[in-house]
Structures are given as structure tokens and as C-alpha cells.
């Protein structure tokens, strides 16, 4: 059937729905060339303003996801269970994660992307193990997926090239910040790694995409309801990105911080996230019941078994696993400062926004797609809200290799944290859950 | 100063307001294809959900209007009055009003438009007079204006060309319907005229493109404040369009209409606001007060000095004047079909669109911009609202030379009477004004 687009445009301009074949028509005539980028970019505009419904999400996620190749892992004897996180400032929760799901026996094959903006991306961090690569061919992962349990990954150009162009023309057109458009953009990609279960880890706070409690609920069960009429079982968890996760902000040293929780030590936030997470993906996959989940993902710490299959996914990869076995053999920046508090108190404040915007300063992370990031520089967060501190007392060491930049990383840091006098709230840091 | 069309998408997607030089850049960028047509039509339906300020409104109009040449009438010695009209059905005004003004001493230089959709065109309309052309070239209008008075002319290339590629951006895009780009499109090809004052007749109801008295009282506001910023009298009008106006529609039945009240007869409803227009157009000119205007506009019809310029404008712009002596030389169609009233009572519904409709079926409009039009064919119209009539008296006489195409309008003919068993309330014709 052929649509006139000026009369789809209008109908969603006027707040009408989308007929569903229309919806796919839409999505198939743009991958075609065959819809004009300002035919498309005005009508997400109108979206932007007036939404989707349920009936119009399903058929333009779906038909997204088929706009390219969907990953072929029938031949997995596990089941595949995935994970996505919204993004966040110190989010290395994947890093561990992956391993320890893995070695309860549930294949991950993981997606994921670069930093952009105040966020970091898992890519990013893996390459700063000398030699990791993350440039896997979707041929390569049900191979791999049998072997290890679990690939870490980049985008190819094959899986949704429908998401690719339609980003590009949301980011260049002010038509990002649409709760529907989001939702297909990252279900589209999650559910073409064909999984049977998928985590969502929907981050809330001044360094998450979603500032308030309110949009994130909604962006949770807009996911969950298109998993759902996908036929996948998909699980959302709302957590805080008030202030970075963990203590370190960066490259090299998340990966450390990574490899501490994988041997059982590191912050107790990273900690907690990564095995309530491991058990809800073992919960996922049907492996059993939420305390059982949570103590084999804990057993798999102390055994040891996680780190193991950090260690083969790391070769496997290209990487070398003498740096994950001692990671004092990460790069390593050459000068460190320190900010110290300016006065006696409790932090009340240690934002994740401005500590994400001096990583980008500081060269750990990306203003634009283009930019280059330096592993080895990067932030070790010594003040977190609710602690208690002495004037004096370091909040922040910053590793730098170049002093303008150390300037200023510091001048958006010199913004983040607050010392109060009261005992401060520290809320919680899993803030609810959607299935 | 250099801005990011990007942000300034986001500004207006998010109900800010666009700085004045921001606005000036955007138009002068886009003219200069620096913003592609993707970036504008995101910005275009930002404007249709957000609007414009008028501080927004004035520049983008001021940018529009000297996106190229305007008319340069410095050297014509009378005042200058313009007259636009938002479209209608039936609506041949502009042809017995220009005479009528020129005639007492006020240069008209008329920039008008051709048929689209459910509206008729002045162009069209001049043009079923043998030889007549529209295509004046912008150096010749102040000779002619000195000569004769007026002139009646087509849009061309160099005039704004700026609102021509944003126009046609907007009908490719579902964003014409936004009061603050129709009233910018407006009146900045009514600017580029170079007057000393500006007329604008609103028209509202089913046949206009304003519905409802709320919106077309916005769209006149907002257009009188725009000329006001730029230094122009305007003065606007709101008018009924939910019946035709007159009796004929089509294209030479009108010009036989048009000549008819220059002769001092036709219908009373296109004679009552001919005149009233003239007088509002002189009062622009600072010529006289509403009362003494009046009477000259009668005067100028009566003394057949109206219809003496119409002669000479018909002459100069390569028409045969001998049609419009005697209109019998018209087009004529070889058909006649007429319509007849399937039961006694009061007309209640004579209505405007169903009729435009009709008449773009029965070949006397254009549904697209390349359909070509028979000047021959038209409706006259034998009952209006309030008329008492019996079964079997005719509604509408449809002159046609296509079989099928009278098929189609009767289609949509017969769905534009409803008669009713109560004495009809007929509204007023003129709604309002706006200074």
C-alpha cells in the first residue's frame, strides 16, 4: 500500500495515529531514499511534540529492527540474555556484569556504544586494555557466545541501519529528546541481538538523559510494553545518576574499578548494582528465583569464575589479560591534582552532570563523535553525598596529561559538589523496577 | 554573529523565543542554502506547535521581504494602496475594486495570486480576457502606475523569493497551517509592494482558510501588527466565507460579474463590499473620511470612470478591451446542467467549500499547481442562504464541457445545500476590522 507522507505529517501534526502499515511504510520508504530527509525530520518534530501510541511504537521499532540484519544465534545452546543502560557519568556496571552473567551459564551478546557528551561508553573503556578490540563481526558471535558466554561489542554497520540515519537527522534537527523515539532507537538495536531476556537499566538524575523520576517511569514501561509485544521479557530498573557511580570517572580506571568488583572489593554502589543486576538477567533467562540468582551471581565473584571469563573474553578480544591479572599496567596519566574542599561539612551534593562535562574536558570523553579520548586521564571521586569532610580534605584527584585541560575540567568540577551542615539525605540508589 | 541552527531548533522546540538577528540569519542562511531544507522543516513545525513572538515574527517578515528585489514606486506620484485577500470561493473583488480606487486618484500596484485547491485566483480569472497578461515586469509597474493606476500582475521570480522556497517547504511538510508563517508570507510579498497602505480582507468560514472567527481575528491582529512594525497602515477586514460570494464561480463568469458592478449592477453582496473595500483603501490613502470615501468609490462606478480604467488596464496589459465591453465574448462552455432543489423550504447551507471543491472538478480550479484550468466552465449560483425556495427550483447552474468532470462536482455540489423548514438566520457579511 503507498501513503502520501504530507498526509501522515499531517495527521500526526493534528494528533491523529499512525496506521501500523503506514508506520512501517514510513520507516521502509526512508532506509529506501525513497522519503526525503525534510519530509522525515518535520514529522519528528510533530513526534517530538505529539508522541506515539503503543499501536504506532511496535510497528516503527519492528521495522527499524528489520531495516537491516538481525543477529542469527539460534545455534546458542544458552539462553541469551541482554543488558542496556541508558548512560551515566562512572557507569562501568557492564564490565563485570557480563562476565559474572556469563559464567552462571546465560550468554550475553553486548552491544554497546562510545561516550558521548557527559556520558561515558563501555567501548571506550574496554579498548583501554592494550589491544581489546570491539570490532566483532555479528558472524563471529554465536561462535564466541558458545566458547566464552559473551561478547562485548560495537555497532556494526549492518545491524539497524534504520537507527544510524534516523539518529543522525535527530541529532541534527533538535529532535533527540522524545521518549518514544528514544525507546525505538534503543529497542530496535537491544532486540536485534536476539535475545529471550533483556535489563534495562533506566538512569535518573542531573547525569542521566531523564532528569526526573516521572520521565524515566515512562520511558521504562514504554520499553518494557514494546519487549513485550515483541515477545522478549524485558525487565526495567530505575537507579540514581545523581553523582557518579563507583569512585572512578574515566577511562583505564573504570576498568580497574571493574576488575575490583570482579575479584570480590571496590565501592559498595558498584557492587551492589552489578549483582542485583547479574541476578535479575539469571531471573531473565528462567535460571531461578531472585535470592537464588543473587547468591550464585555472588558465588561467581568469589570463585573467582567471573574473573576467569573476564580473562578469556579479554584474549579472545585482542586483549591482553596480563593488564586485567594487574592493572597497574593500564595506561597511566603522567600528573595528578587534587580539589580539596573549601570548607568542613557533609556533602550534599556531588554532581554527575558537571563531573561528566569536566571528564569531557579533561579529554576521558567526547564533545563530538569525532573527538579522541585519552585512556589514561580521568577522575577518582574521594567525596561522595552523605560523607563527612575535614576543610582540606581531598574531594576529587584529577590524572591529567595536560595542564589547559586539567584547568579546565576543574572550573566545571569547582560546580559539582556541595558541603552542607545538616546530615545529608542520601537517597536510594535502585529507585524501582517495571517488568 | 554565526548561531547553531541546531540550538536554535531546540530553543523554539522548548517555547523560547528566537533572538531578531538569529531570525534574520536563519532566512538569509537558508536563501543562501547554508540550512538544508531538513533543519527548516524541523524549525517550521517547532513554529506550528510554538508559535511566534512578534518580535520573532517582524524580522523573519522584514528578512522574507528582502530576500530579494523590492518594488521600487518612489517615482509614482499618487499614494499607494494595496489590497490581499486569504482566499475564497466566488471571490472576484479585487477585479472591480483596483478601477474603482485607481480611478479616484490612488495607485493600486496589485501583486495577486492563481487557484489552488478549493480557492480561486485573480490571474486565472484576468486571464479568460482574451490577450490579457499577468506577467508585468517589476520595471514597468510605476510607468504603469502613472499611466493608468494600477496594475494586476503575477508574483515573480525576484520578488521574495525567500517566502516561494519556504512556501513550498511547508506544503511538502504539513507546516502551512501556522498563523505567524501565513501571516509572514503574507505580508512580506504585500511589503515588497512598496505601499503607503495595505488592506486585507480576512475571510472566515467553510470556504475560507480561517474556520473560526477566533483564528482569523488572530491571523488579521497579528498581520496589522507586522505592518505597523514596519511603518505600513494596514487596515483588515474580516469577512463571511461561508457561502460564495456573488453568484458566479469559475473563472470568466466571474469577470462578467466583476464588470456587471462596475457598471453599477451584479449582486449586492460582491457590490456591498467592493464599495466598502474602495473606501477603506482611499481612507489608507489619506484621501478622506470613511463617509465622503464611500461616496466617491459610488461615484466612481456611477460616472463609469471605473470601469473606463478597467478598459485601459485591460489595453496596456495586452487584453481585448472589446470582452470587456461586451462580455458575451467570453469563454463560453457548450453545456448546461443545472441542479434543482429536491424539496420546498429555506435555504440554511449554501456552502463555500463543497462548492470550491466542485469547481476544482468541474476543471475551473487546480487541486495541484500544474493542473491547467478551463476558463470556460463555472457555476452560478440561483439560491443562497435565506432565499425561500421551491422543489425543483434550480440551486446551481453548472456550465461544463467534460461530461465526467460535471459528474464529479455535482459529487461534491450535492452536498453543499441543506434547506431547511425555518426562516434561515442570515449572518452578517462583514464580521469585524482591525487596525
Known amino acids: 500500500m503507498t501513503y502520501s507522507i504530507v498526509e501522515l505529517i499531517r495527521t500526526k501534526r493534528d494528533g491523529g495515529s499512525l496506521p501500523p502499515d ?66 551515566g557519568v562512572g557507569d562501568k556496571i557492564s564490565i563485570p556484569l557480563v562476565p559474572i552473567v556469563a559464567s552462571c551459564g546465560v550468554a550475553v551478546p553486548m ?70 523515539l528514544i525507546s525505538s532507537s534503543i529497542m530496535s538495536k537491544k532486540l536485534a541481538e536476539d535475545l529471550d531476556g533483556l535489563l534495562l537499566d533506566v538512569k535518573v538524575g542531573s547525569g542521566a538523559f531523564m532528569k526526573t523520576i516521572e520521565d524515566a517511569t515512562t520511558l521504562a514501561k514504554t520499553m518494557v510494553a514494546i519487549g513485550a509485544s515483541h515477545g ?61 540468582a543473587t547468591a550464585r551471581a555472588v558465588d561467581a565473584v568469589e570463585s573467582g569464575a567471573a574473573l576467569e571469563v573476564f580473562l578469556r573474553l579479554t584474549e579472545r578480544q585482542g586483549g591482553d589479560p596480563a593488564v586485567v591479572e594487574d592493572t597497574s599496567l593500564l595506561p597511566k596519566a603522567t600528573e595528578e591534582h ?18 561528566g562535562i569536566a571528564s569531557v574536558r579533561l579529554g576521558a570523553g567526547r564533545a563530538k563523535k569525532e573527538n579522541h579520548i585519552d585512556p589514561a586521564v580521568g577522575f577518582l571521586i574521594e567525596a561522595k553525598i552523605g560523607d563527612e569532610i575535614e576543610r582540606g580534605d581531598p574531594l576529587v584527584r584529577i590524572a591529567y596529561n595536560d595542564e589547559q585541560k586539567c584547568s579546565a575540567a576543574l572550573e566545571a568540577l569547582s560546580q559539582a559538589w556541595e558541603i552542607g551542615e545538616e546530615p545529608a539525605r542520601v537517597g536510594p540508589l535502585i529507585l524501582g523496577g517495571i517488568q
Chains 1, 2 share one sequence.
Open 338 to 355: 587534587v580539589l580539596v574542599a573549601p570548607r568542613s561539612g557533609v556533602v550534599s551534593r556531588c554532581d554527575a552532570y558537571q563531573i
Open 232 to 292: 522478549t521479557s524485558v525487565t526495567a530498573i530505575l537507579t540514581d545518576m545523581s553523582q557518579p557511580l563507583g569512585r572512578a570517572v574515566g577511562n583505564a580506571n573504570e576498568i580497574a574499578e571493574a576488575v575490583e568488583i570482579l575479584r570480590g572489593r571496590g565501592p559498595e554502589d558498584v557492587r551492589e548494582l552489578t549483582i542485583r543486576f547479574a541476578a535479575e538477567m539469571l531471573v531473565l533467562a528462567g535460571l531461578s528465583d531472585m535470592d537464588a
Open 111 to 180: 552491544i554497546s556504544g562510545r561516550g558521548l557528551g557527559h556520558t561515558g561508553g563501555t567501548l571506550d573503556k574496554l579498548e583501554s586494555i592494550r589491544g581489546f578490540t570491539t570490532a566483532i563481526h555479528p558472524s563471529e558471535f554465536a561462535a564466541q557466545l558458545n566458547d566464552i558466554g559473551a561478547v562485548m561489542a560495537g555497532q556494526t554497520e549492518t545491524l539497524v541501519p534504520a537507527d544510524r540515519r534516523i539518529y543522525a537527522l535527530r541529532d541534527a534537527t533538535g529532535t533527540v529528546p522524545s521518549i518514544p
Open 22 to 87: 503506514a508506520v512501517r511504510w514510513i520507516i521502509s520508504e526512508y532506509t529506501a531514499d525513497r522519503i526525503p530527509d525534510y519530509q522525515l525530520s518535520a514529522l519528528l518534530m510533530a513526534i517530538v511534540f505529539n508522541g506515539m501510541t503503543q499501536d504506532e511504537l511496535d510497528p516503527w521499532t519492528d521495522a527499524m529492527l528489520h531495516s537491516g540484519e538481525v543477529l542469527e544465534l539460534s545455534d546458542v545452546a544458552m539462553p541469551l540474555v541482554g543488558k542496556h543502560s541508558t548512560g
